[in-house]
């Protein structure tokens, strides 16, 4: 059996030229996109940036574990995939311009209630010329989704990968026996931290931005941004708070900056008192977020088939978080459509931001300015604020669903399209009045 598992986890000279070859045509693609946006590299170091969290079942009012991020990357336009894998099917977030060419993978859960997210480190590994940071990393999630079950198994897939790897990530990952771990992974090996160990996870929650604990001190980036998920959480941990829902309003939609001492909702930076707009700086949903997830696994013993993706893709204040599970069932909204090339509520999401909220473009480095009135104002009729209310209605019909499906110990497929039907014609309906 062990010998088996280093056979399917290692990964083959001709897997590991794939790694280097993709890896080779994404840099060509950045780097004329740098090129042709006259963009520094600092610009581009920046845009690779992740917030991200895995919360214990010890915390949450169910008992069921979580994972989130929020995904910051120059593929802004992205889609859900469902793939038959080698071991276990899945469903993950992938970049609409490369995939499937590039089997690379973002975030994701399988149908063995396995779930597995990165944030990309910047202080674990010394990068040689030549090199790009973390080239692997999406290579890697594809294939552990497809091979893993368990936190343990993720463990020993780490154990097995040829050296050096070419990782550098912050890896969260869940399981349907309630495991719960955050990995700082490099080229040769990793540090883990569980989130049920009092000793590695306090509060029941372990957050990571884009530095490492492991790695060099006061490198790396999003420290300013751990700040605000850290004690965001710390709260919401002792006040048994945290579900799907808390998390993309307070965490994926948070206009805090710490350092400053500025929470954007508390009107002072609105019309009259300001002119409605700020500087978009180390706020957690950021011009570059391709999307936000949340994954909610399963209590021990439960079906991991009820493990629900909770989905919001695009700039996550002008998007809507729908539910998703591991099926080949997937509705067209989160799906690849070739008319957009991405998925439709991709595409709408970034497409809204982009025209009001980043709408000022004289001239370079203007989309770091953030139409603040445009999301939120003293009126209420902000677009963050007119999505709010659907959302939470989509929430609690969705809720109601997966209820009777746990009580009845599983998934509804025909259920199931029904609901997807049924959230797709109250977005379509909704999202016209824009």
Known sequence: MVNHLIETHNLSKTETLTIHTASFMKTITHLLALLAAAVCLSFAAETWACTSAVISGKVTPDGRPLLWKNRDTDFRLNHMAYVKGQRYDFVANVNSANFP????AWMGSNSAGFALMNTQSYNLVEVKPGEERGEANGRIIYRALELCATVQEFCHFLDTLQKPSYIEANFGVIDAQGGAAMFEVDYYGYTMYDANNPKDAPYGY??????????KVNQGSG???YMEADGTLMQASAMSQITPLWMVNRLSRSFCNRLLQVDLRDGCHNQPEASGWFVDQDFIPRNSTSCSIIVQGVKPGENPALTTLWTLLGYPPTGLLVPLWVSDN?????AYDARFKAAPLSHQSISMADRQVFAYHQGMGTGKYLHWEA???????????QLQPLEAELYRQSEATLTRWRQSGKPDQKEMKQLYEAIEAKIQESLLRW
Do not use: D
């Open 375 to 385: 999301l939120w104002n003293r009126q209420g009729n902000g677009l963050m604020q």
């Open 330 to 334: 997937m509705p067209p909204m989160v």
């Open 223 to 225: 420290y300013v941004r």
């Open 101 to 104: 060419a590039l089997k690379e």
């Open 206 to 215: 372990i957050a990571r931005t884009n530095f490492s604990f492991a790695g």
